[in-house]
């Protein structure tokens, strides 16, 4: 599935040139605005990528992992982007290991145009169309200021995009060490974010879609959960020695489910007269009563407005996800709105291509659709926003391809007619 020895001359050394000239882009933007892309100010640490680099100093200075808890430690958020942020700092220093960082981001986007080509060549079995999907990618600017941002979303992309690569590649070849490397970068993406954690539900569908025996099934789920589990170790005996309880992921699911469950932002008229206990405001109290303030806002929501809140649970949130690009600097005078037309193109042609795929029963399309799917679903509960959506974009990319080169084709076929 990785190898390229099969393509032609001419198509690796296009591969490779775009690969570059993302590289070359990439860390031209970074390197050229630096931290005029900050979201936050390190003045007043009032955002996440501010707090993050935060988190790797102190990290550095004390080996406590603290996210805007000063020198506490912290189970916010997940450790592997903090860490690798702290390792950069260890190697480039303070300010330089912010610069290293939007370098190697750079890479993580420039080595996504091999992986995106290699996915699409399995998917579509065409060369020609994975092309296509690795230049779609390469000109998809968004991806240039989230390489040039101290944020999770460039490196939970780049394992994403290759969790999906190798899940393809263990069905194909449903052998031990293929679902260990699934299991490596699984764990790796539940490092970045939890919402990660039952992602091997869709590799177990299509195991049974496929009919393997249970004997098989089983032991493939030992092998995927031992390597799960001997990774996440670390972090479960870190939890447990500095909280005396087990804590799988974080404690933070609290505020982005009162944020997600305010439909359109609202909370529901009447909810306040009915629990007075919350005096009017729903963000108070410890993460488990924020959570329970949550279910009973989505309950009353959809018993007294529940037209507001099914429009809320499925246009609402899949437009918070993908209705707009994830662009919160202007880059070279741009901002998401001046996006907004490319950006939806790609998101039709994405969807208008998924339906090519049910329809013509395009096998091996069906895995990359059912991460989408799960990734979509999962965030239903939690606030949807841009920012989540931003590292499943590259699958509506990949669908987009085969309909953009019909579309092509037929207006080559229409010109020639006319000449």
Not at 58 to 85: D, H, K, R, W
Not at 167 to 181: F, H, I, Q, S, T
Not at 210 to 236: G, Q
């Amino acid at each position: 599935m990785f190898s390229l020895k099969e393509e032609t001359r001419q198509t690796r050394l296009r591969l490779l040139l775009l690969s570059l000239l993302v590289f070359v882009i990439s860390c031209a933007v970074s390197l050229g605005y630096g931290d005029r892309l900050l979201l936050g100010s390190y003045d007043k640490m009032n955002d996440d990528d501010v707090k993050y680099a935060q988190t790797a100093d102190v990290l550095l200075q004390t080996g406590v992992l603290t996210y805007n808890t000063g020198s506490e430690p912290s189970t916010f958020i997940m450790p592997l982007f903090p860490l690798l942020l702290a390792g950069l700092k260890w190697i480039a220093g303070s300010d330089g290991g912010v610069v290293l960082l939007r370098l190697v981001q750079g890479m993580f986007q420039a080595v996504g145009i091999y992986l995106m080509f290699v996915l699409a060549r399995r998917v579509f079995s065409s060369s020609r169309i994975a092309l296509t999907a690795a230049v779609l990618l390469a000109i998809y600017l968004p991806d240039y200021f989230i390489s040039a941002s101290i944020l999770t979303e460039s490196l939970f992309r780049f394992f994403l995009m290759l969790t999906v690569c190798l899940m393809l590649y263990a069905l194909d070849r449903p052998k031990v060490m293929n679902w260990v490397g699934f299991a490596i970068c699984w764990t790796a993406l539940c490092y970045l974010k939890p919402h990660a954690a039952v992602l091997p539900l869709v590799p177990g569908i299509f195991w049974l879609v496929r009919r393997y025996a249970f004997k098989r099934m089983l032991a493939y789920t030992v092998v995927i959960l031992s390597v799960f589990a001997a990774l996440m170790s670390p972090w479960w005996i870190r939890n447990l020695e500095t909280f005396d309880r087990f804590i799988p992921f974080t404690q933070s699911v609290g505020s982005p489910l009162i944020l997600g469950s305010a439909a359109f932002g609202q909370v529901p008229n009447g909810f306040y007269d009915r629990y007075p206990e919350y005096n009017g405001d729903v963000m108070n109290g410890s993460d488990d009563e924020m959570a329970q303030a949550a279910g009973r806002m989505v309950a009353y929501g959809f018993i007294h407005e529940p037209l507001v809140y099914l429009a809320f649970y499925t246009f609402g949130k899949f437009g918070g996800l993908y209705g707009i690009a994830y662009w919160e600097r202007p880059i070279l005078g741009m901002t998401w709105a001046h996006y907004f037309p490319v950006h939806a193109v790609y998101v039709l042609l994405g969807l208008y291509g998924m339906g090519m795929a049910i329809k013509r029963k395009w096998r091996d399309a069906y895995v990359p659709l059912a991460v989408l799917i799960y990734f979509t679903l999962i965030y239903v509960p939690f606030i949807a926003i841009p920012r989540y959506g931003y590292p499943n974009l590259f699958i509506f990319i990949l669908f987009a391809a085969p309909p953009l080169l019909e579309l092509y084709d037929r207006w080559r076929k229409k010109r020639a007619a006319h000449q």
